[in-house]
């Protein structure tokens, strides 16, 4: 088991993944016991349409009707809440993937098997992948089943694609952790970082609306590739999906990199 770096990692995060699926689905099951209550109230939309601009960019989906189904999970689940949990745990495990193994120092035990140093990063970007779209498709089908009893019904390919897109978001931010960790060891610095890129990344998007400077750079927002086509609405926006891959195989890429030519602490 040891010398199988994917298995071992995902072995040593099991409980953790367990403790998030079992989170994700409770949240989800929170929001769909309350809509029966927030569909019948349409003075919820109408407070989100007084809001001032800024705050509806900020806080709310913009043209979101909290009377729907979709619209009720944009604003309550997926421009908020299911971003920070995937984005929490994918920054976790990128960073702790290489830095974790330094802070224990299991690293000398790890690389003493006969592997290379790519490999343990590729295996510990896998590793970290298959828990983020795992939280990601808990999340989906939680919708979906959850979602059917309490009459809060969403099409199924439309979840999922939004899923898919939510994914890739954590993907994005855990591949920018697990670059910083293999190519410093620094475990704190390697959390740090992606999670202030990623606050400033969804405020570029959700203010471009209202700034020029913002409007200019908001495609280079991940916030934009997971949220800005609608995918909840409209399906998979594959142009945004190739932009999040390319992005991904670079920070990949540059985490081999930086494994491979720097001194490892055992």
């Known amino acids: 088991?040891?010398?199988n770096v994917l298995l071992k990692t995902l072995?040593?995060?099991g409980r953790v993944l367990l403790a998030w699926a079992v989170s994700l689905a409770l949240i989800v099951a929170t929001y769909a016991a309350i809509w029966p209550s927030v569909k019948s109230q349409p003075s919820m939309s109408d407070f989100i349409d007084q809001m001032p601009e800024a705050f509806r960019s900020l806080f709310a989906t913009?043209?979101?009707?909290?009377s729907t189904p979709t619209g009720y999970i944009q604003v309550e689940l997926l421009s908020f809440m299911g971003p920070?949990?995937?984005l929490i745990y994918a920054i976790s495990a990128g960073a702790g993937s290489i830095g974790g193994e330094e802070d224990r120092h299991t690293m000398d035990l790890l690389l003493g098997n006969p592997v290379g140093r790519g490999r343990v990063v590729v295996d510990k970007f896998f590793a970290m992948v298959l828990g983020t779209f795992l939280l990601a498709a808990v999340m989906g089908l939680s919708l979906v089943i959850e979602g059917n009893m309490a009459d809060l019904v969403l099409p199924p390919d439309?979840?999922?694609a939004a899923m898919l897109h939510l994914a890739l978001l954590g993907v994005v931010f855990g591949s920018l952790a697990l670059g910083l960790s293999a190519s410093t060891g620094r475990t704190g610095l390697s959390r740090g970082i992606p999670a202030v890129l990623a606050v400033l990344a969804y405020i570029v998007n959700a203010l471009a609306p209202l700034v020029e400077a913002f409007r200019r750079i908001q495609k280079a927002s991940p916030f934009y590739q997971y949220v800005?086509?609608?995918?909840?609405?409209?399906g998979p926006a594959w142009d945004s999906v190739l932009v999040s891959a390319l992005t991904i195989a670079v920070l990949l890429a540059l985490a081999v990199a930086g494994f491979r030519r720097r001194d490892v602490a055992g």
Request: net charge positive; hydrophobic share 45%; proline share 4%.
């Open 1 to 3: 088991m040891l010398a």
């Open 11 to 13: 072995r040593d995060q």
């Open 62 to 66: 913009s043209s979101a009707d909290m």
């Open 84 to 86: 920070i949990a995937v």
């Open 158 to 160: 439309k979840v999922a």
């Open 228 to 234: 800005g086509q609608d995918p909840l609405r409209k």
